[in-house]
């Protein structure tokens, strides 16, 4: 089922590597032209355009775009008692983690007299998306709300697409799941024209105020990372997000159907979802192809899983050694990448590049998504190279205070001169001096 690279006996380059890897391939400058018109549309019109829209995409024309309380109340109530008890523990253990992400004032006397404090700042309004679609994502609201509520975001507003078979109304549980966070605001709205709304703000049905937000976070399709490009510079984004992505490194140690499991868990979520197999044993391929076949005809989406494992973006890719299956990991740069290896924890400490590493048999990316306490918005496409997943950090700002007196000016004065005088900037340096010349 999953196509085969045999790079035994050769070590690739990074460049082939790029070049060779399974990759989904999204093209979001696309679909530029069909959102740019949207996001005008709602600069100008605001919500009825957004209503319109929401009405062509969704089939459903909500009576107001904000959720009335007693609706996040009464999905609170009515959740089944055991997903109740799961996304209490999500949220604890969540909680908990992102509780030490917290960063603290520092402030460096870099000489007397002179010193420069970085505060870190909360962003003061943020915007967090939960995805509709294919799924219902009640844990992506625990992922955005507890780092933001942690890193002391003083207002927030969560956004999710109307359902038609509930009133016009976000899947009860996602309400319910913001209820049990303490989320007063949220908004039935999804896709390009929920980000469009929350950059521009607007006027509710009922003439409530719909208060634009200065950053937006959480992964959607396509259309709306369009939109969080476009709008980027008058938002803060924490990432484009790309189709979902699992790796895994393993060895003959491995349990096929573990991994096998594990490759159906991502590929449910999306046809174009990725799942990608590194291993130094041939035998475990085969056992895990075998594996799939059962699995993958006893799923409920198997017709999805099937379509995304035998597609361009999944594969098995065979190396000599451990070393060459971790260039390869790094060079892919999994979203999510288990390792399951001997000694996989030592393995995994040389791991650079994903999104979150998953050690061992037992930590398997389910857990991640839902109770590890980790955070399962995590950078796609490649991009785990150079950025992180969501974090407290994605919510702070880094403001740099500077604190100099008069003497401590005075004695590093010439050096600012000097460097000004250099750069063809003399009012630099005058605007020094002249805190030091005669009147």
């Known amino acids: 089922m999953l196509s085969r690279i045999d790079l035994r006996g050769r070590v690739p380059s990074p460049a082939e590597l790029r070049a060779v890897l399974p990759r989904a391939e999204t093209d979001v400058d696309a679909v530029m032209d069909r959102v740019r018109p949207l996001v005008e549309a709602i600069h100008h019109r605001g919500v009825d355009a957004a209503l319109d829209f929401t009405e062509q995409f969704d089939n459903v024309r909500p009576a107001a775009i904000r959720v009335p309380a007693e609706e996040l109340a ?33 402030t460096t006397q870099v000489v007397p007299g002179g010193t420069v404090t970085e505060r870190w700042v909360p962003v003061q309004r943020v915007g967090l998306y939960a995805p509709g679609g294919l799924a219902v994502y009640p844990s992506s609201v625990v992922m955005n709300v507890v780092p933001a509520q942690t890193a002391g975001v003083e207002s927030l507003v969560v956004c999710s ?9 976000p899947h009860p549980t996602v309400l319910a799941a913001c209820a049990l966070l303490g989320v007063e605001e949220v908004w039935g709205i999804g896709g390009a024209q929920a980000v469009a709304l929350l950059a521009y703000g607007g006027t509710d049905t009922d003439g409530t105020e719909l208060t634009p937000v200065d950053m937006v976070t959480g992964p ?51 046809t174009l979802a990725a799942s990608v197999l590194v291993t130094t044993s041939e ?16 799923t409920k989406h198997s017709s999805r899983v099937s379509t995304a ?15 060459t299956g971790l260039k390869v990991v790094d060079s892919y740069a999994a979203e999510h990448l288990e390792i399951q290896t001997a000694d996989a924890r ?6 650079r590049n994903a999104g979150a590493v998953f050690i061992g048999a037992y930590s398997p990316v389910s857990l991640g998504d839902y109770c590890a306490g980790s955070n399962h918005v995590l950078p796609t496409s490649g991009c785990a190279r150079h950025s992180s997943g969501l974090s407290v950090q994605t919510f702070l700002k880094g403001i740099h205070v500077v604190d100099y007196s008069q003497d ?11 460097l000004a005088n250099a750069e063809d900037l003399p009012a630099h340096g005058q605007a020094v001096a002249a805190r030091f010349e005669s009147r």
């Open 74 to 106: 009464k999905a609170e109530r009515e959740l089944d008692p055991a997903v109740r008890d799961a996304l209490l523990e999500s949220i604890k253990r969540a909680r908990l983690v992102h509780a030490e992400q917290r960063r603290k004032d520092t």
């Open 161 to 169: 697409p109307p359902q038609a078979g509930f009133g016009g109304l």
């Open 220 to 270: 959607g399709n396509i259309y709306l990372t369009a939109a969080k490009r476009l709008l980027r510079g008058l938002i803060g984004i924490d990432a484009e997000a790309g189709p979902t992505e699992i790796a895994i490194l393993a060895d003959e140690t491995a349990d096929p159907v573990h991994v096998a499991a594990d490759l159906i868990s991502q590929a449910e979520h999306d």
């Open 283 to 298: 035998q475990l391929a085969d056992a895990v192809d075998a594996a799939l076949v059962g699995q993958v005809g006893a």
């Open 309 to 323: 494992l035998s597609g361009k973006q999944s594969g098995c890719v065979l190396v000599s050694d451990i070393d």
């Open 346 to 351: 030592a393995v995994a400490a040389r791991v």
């Open 408 to 418: 401590a000016l005075r004695d590093v004065a010439s050096q600012v001169i000097a």
